[in-house]
Nanobody, 123 residues
């Protein structure tokens, strides 16, 4: 059983900062890519930022220079530092991880999602 638990969302004024965390727990063998997605009502979930196990990152254009994704492989945790927040960043943020687990003698990789955390940017 694998679980992703997010924390750090909330209400912040425009120009403010928030830091999201997502910790994976359970019978984890290893974790490949980790990422953050966001979704607003009526729209598709979009990738915000992703990071490989080796630390390579990519960001959607609208957050470049403002958001920073990082991870602690020893803690199976991914972070999203969000600075200079704008009202258009308001959304539910979800973490996602590609996780390898042991099924008997076999390793299997599956996508896992967190429960989502609300980020609201408003004055």
């Amino acid at each position: 059983q694998v679980q992703l638990v997010e924390s750090g969302g909330g209400l912040v004024q425009p120009g403010g900062s928030l830091r999201l965390s997502c910790a994976a727990s359970g019978s984890i063998f290893s974790i490949d890519d980790m990422g953050w997605y966001r979704q607003v009502p009526g729209k598709q979930r979009e990738l915000v930022a992703a990071i490989t196990r080796g630390g390579s990152t990519n960001y959607t254009d609208s957050v470049k220079g403002r958001f920073t994704i990082s991870r602690d492989n020893a803690k199976n945790t991914v972070y999203l530092q969000m600075n200079s927040l704008k009202p258009e960043d308001t959304a539910v943020y979800y973490c996602n991880s590609e996780i390898w687990i042991l099924h008997g003698p076999q390793l299997r990789r599956s996508d896992y999602w967190g429960q989502g955390t609300q980020v609201t940017v408003s004055s």
